[in-house]
């Protein structure tokens, strides 16, 4: 350790606990920092105390820009868990430097004019420190919004079925939609012919929601256009049997077309939102 | 008080604004730490520090200087957000800029006499009050910017 930095740092770690105190008396009310009004006193001197013990193996260090990284990180990390803003995250860690400072002026740690000379350059080691610091707890947490917006947006992109069909390309779709709305019409004409009655219109919900994920409320074509044919082909083959059902039918599909469809709107809209904010 | 002291590291500051400036950009240009700077116009970059170290004076005796730093600040820290600089590395910038001013003054040994490592003590003080103020500032900037992004866009939609 550099001689003329031993003293503070003794200073630091010896009284850590009274200065942890009093910079979180400060935090605690300071108007800068009014995330830190309603936690726990005892959890903010803990994180105070542990900056400052923590202090020392820094100025220990050879690389102190790397021994730094796993405590600023784990800083940056409660901080965002916390919800605290970056803003007040790092006048928190000003004031933790003020403090330091403060109480080592407070002792009178620097007098003679050799302890002047020892006073300036242990003030520029302890910036130094606090500057790789206040960088990369910055880095860290904007790291971390952009993580949790990301993890966010993997939730959307699952839902979009991103990874799935939904990757493929718009002219792949429509003619994949294409084939599920023929084999839907011979599906029609086939029972409707034949004169039977079983539900297969069950099975029209899977071209009606793979419309609404891929084209959102354009995708009500499909729906309509399945309606239509339902209509028609009843109208045209089971002109005895009642109406009644397939009506039903044919406006359910419609309505959950239109749901899925407004509901993959708002999801697309999301993930455009957070676009910006992407790793 | 507090003029007697800091005066000989501001008049320094001032006098040299465009030197300290150069140096500055000299290293922010090839900092690590600042990349969205590499590929900055030189003579943009020389603007904004010089712009900054000739208006040390007034921001360092000024008797409320978080209002001054929030008037000059609040447009600096918009302008970088437009240029689409990272905050960590907009904070980096400023780190640097304080450091250079006192690189500066250590190479042109102002504070050499054994009686002067006290203006030196208080000089540095003042100056890291300053910059801190800036960075909280910039910070606290870049934030409301963000959530006025995303606002925005949510009233689009």
Known sequence: MQAYAAKLINLIESKAENIAKQWAAD?????????YHSLSKDLVVE??????????????????YEEAKSFSWKYAEEFYQQ??????????????????????????????ALEKQQAVESLNRTILMFDYVSYQVTEKYQQLTMEGVNK??????????????????????????????????????????????VVFTHLFYIPIILAAVWWGKKGMLVPILLAIILIASHSLFLKDAPFTDDVIRAVMFIIMGGVVGWLMDSVKKLEELYEPFKL | MMKAFASKLVDLTQKNAEKIAWQWAK???????????HDAPEEKIINQ?????????????????????????TKYAHERY????????????????????????????????????????ESLSRTILM???????ISREYWKLIKMELSKKEGKH
Do not use: C
Not at chain 1, 27 to 35: A, G, L
Not at chain 1, 152 to 175: D, E, P, Q, S, W
Not at chain 2, 49 to 73: I, R, T
């Open chain 1, 47 to 64: 994180q105070g105390v542990n900056f400052y013990r923590l202090f020392r193996q820094m100025s220990l260090a050879e690389v102190p």
């Open chain 2, 49 to 73: 520090a010089s712009e900054f170290y000739k208006n040390f004076q007034e921001m360092f005796f000024h008797e409320a200087p978080f209002q001054l730093a929030e008037d000059v600040f």
């Open chain 2, 131 to 137: 910059f801190d103020y800036i960075v909280y500032i």
């Open chain 2, 82 to 121: 437009a240029e689409g600089v990272p905050l960590h590395e907009t904070v980096y910038a400023m780190i640097l800029m304080r450091r250079h001013i006192w690189l500066y003054a250590e190479f042109q040994t102002i504070f050499s006499a054994e009686v002067e490592h006290r203006k030196a003590v």
């Open chain 1, 83 to 112: 919800k605290i803003p970056l803003h007040e995250a790092l006048y928190a860690l000003i004031l933790m430097r003020r403090h330091l400072w403060l109480y080592a002026e407070f002792q009178g740690t620097f007098v003679t």
């Open chain 1, 152 to 197: 966010k947006l993997g939730i959307v992109k699952t839902f979009l079925m991103g990874k799935l069909i939904g990757g493929m390309k718009n002219t792949y779709k429509l003619a994949f939609m294409a084939v599920l709305l023929i084999a839907a019409g011979i599906l029609t004409y086939y029972n409707h012919t034949a004169g039977k009655v």
């Open chain 1, 27 to 35: 935090v605690m009310k300071h108007n800068r920092t009014p995330s």
């Open chain 2, 27 to 37: 290293d922010v240009k090839t900092n690590l730490k600042t990349n969205s700077y």
